[in-house]
């Protein structure tokens, strides 16, 4: 599932953005230079990609959604941690709303 998920977003990102895992099923993209617009856009694509996924595991079709927290770095945050524990915030706000969303 992670190889997977991984071609996915490493086909839809740009080739100076970071796709990293942060712990257990969190991830993040990081992308200088872009709009809280381009990157609802993308969390938005990426989300639609992701739920279209199937992975064969044990002999069965596995399919997965993502919940996406969107943020962005300035004005409203002025450093990498606050950002980060911001967008973390948001996407526990999209697990509880229902799963499988984008939140900004």
């Known amino acids: 599932m992670l ?3 991984t071609q996915a ?3 839809r990102i740009r080739n100076d953005d970071i796709f990293a895992r942060i712990g257990g099923e ?3 993209v990081l992308m200088r230079n ?3 617009q381009e990157a609802i856009l ?3 694509e990426l989300k639609e990609t992701i739920s279209t ?3 064969d595991a044990n002999k069965q079709s596995v399919s997965f959604t993502a919940s996406f927290g969107v ?4 004005p409203r945050f002025k450093d990498f941690e606050t950002l980060l524990n911001h967008a973390d915030k948001l996407m526990y706000q999209a697990k509880s709303e229902g799963r ?3 939140i900004y």
């Open 3 to 5: 190889v997977a998920l």
């Open 53 to 55: 996924l199937h992975v």
């Open 42 to 44: 993308l969390a938005t």
């Open 9 to 11: 977003v490493k086909n």
């Open 71 to 74: 943020a962005t770095l300035l």
């Open 100 to 102: 499988n969303r984008v």
């Open 26 to 28: 969190e991830f993040v």
């Open 34 to 36: 872009t709009s809280l």
